[in-house]
């Protein structure tokens, strides 16, 4: 078969075009993957969902551009799901993990990501791996650093529960009556590893807790002079991702210096005790002075949703 000129140079034309717009086409191709795999997703049917999420990521496998991202998020969590769905499957579990790291490797302020894995460390029961994560999370500089502190909360939790593991038992919590009222009084455990123990979890949970505290913007700070009234629907949710991230480190704070207090008790060292009580009751008036900032902000939320909603029943009203 020959080609006439003319049909040589259009098949020339054709293919210059495409190969310059190759990019255009693989992303518009990406965006139709993205879509038939979220219906296959949303439907239970994964292994269809994984394959169209494969091909998307195949069109960018960089991630250049937010399709091949959010399709490389997409395909962890559609792992994920079916790890969850079959827990016997650790292999499953593994495989999201991994791409959970690439979607992170593409965007390392994706939070979701990140607690998608530290999630998954649990599971499995990888407890040193989930302290290397999390600490990793905690020192990256290169994060927000509301996410940095949302690590150090997590590493503060864990000593908190150490800590409280050990005081919080009929052995070392005694109910006593002091000033005609019950009260409780702290005894050292049995064991003086165990004590030694709680001290090394007191000390490093507040090093971590301080930390995370330390990170808090102004916009914390200053949450009571907060409008919520004047922010916009997005500045709200945002605003509350960000106080709900200190609200959590506020309540460590205030629950490790009881820890604190607890361990002086057992400790006989009583004037520390007192002066750790004093600094624990503040620090708790700090955690519901934000608390009561988030709640209005949730209210503000909900009460934006019930409005939209009673505007659209009117329409539907009118027609009846």
């Known amino acids: 078969m020959r080609f006439s000129r003319l049909g040589v140079l259009v098949l020339l034309t054709i293919t210059v075009l495409v190969g310059a717009n190759c990019s255009y086409y693989n992303r518009v191709l990406a965006r139709k993957n993205l879509v038939d795999g979220s219906k296959a997703y949303k439907d239970r049917k994964f292994k269809e969902a994984e394959e169209l999420f ?115 038992t009929d052995k070392t919590k005694k109910t006593i009556t002091k ?15 165990e004590f030694e123990e709680l001290k090394k979890c007191v000390e490093e949970g507040r090093q971590l807790i301080e930390r995370a505290v330390a990170l808090e913007p102004d916009q914390v700070k200053n949450a009571k002079s907060l409008d919520v009234k004047a922010l916009s629907d997005a500045d709200l949710k945002k605003a509350q991702d960000l106080l709900k991230v200190f609200e959590s480190a506020r309540s460590y704070r205030a629950s490790l210096l009881v820890q604190a207090m607890r361990t002086a008790e057992m400790d006989g060292r009583n004037e520390d005790r007192d002066r750790l009580k004093t600094e624990s009751d503040a620090a708790r008036d700090k955690f519901l002075e934000i608390s009561d900032v988030v709640k209005k902000i949730q209210a503000e939320i909900e009460e934006r949703v019930a409005a939209a909603a009673a505007e659209t029943k009117k329409p539907e009203e009118q027609k009846q």
């Not at 000033?179 to 590893?193: I, L, M, R, S, Y």
């Open 54 to 168: 494969r091909a998307a990521i195949a069109r960018d496998p960089n991630g250049e551009y937010l399709e091949g991202q959010t399709a490389q998020v997409f395909l962890a969590r559609t792992l994920h799901s079916e790890y969850i769905g079959n827990r016997s499957d650790t292999a499953k579990a593994e495989e999201a993990i991994s791409e959970y790291q690439k979607a992170l490797a593409m965007n390392p302020g994706d939070q979701s990501s990140y607690k998608a894995i530290a999630s998954l460390y649990e599971n499995l029961q990888r407890s040193d791996d989930w302290l290397k994560w999390v600490t990793a999370r905690a020192n990256n500089n290169d994060i927000a650093p509301e996410q940095r502190a949302e690590a150090l909360t997590s590493l503060a939790a864990k000593k908190n529960t150490c800590a409280n593991d050990i005081t919080d």
């Open 179 to 193: 000033d005609g009222k019950p009260a409780f009084q702290f005894v050292k455990p049995e064991k003086p590893e």
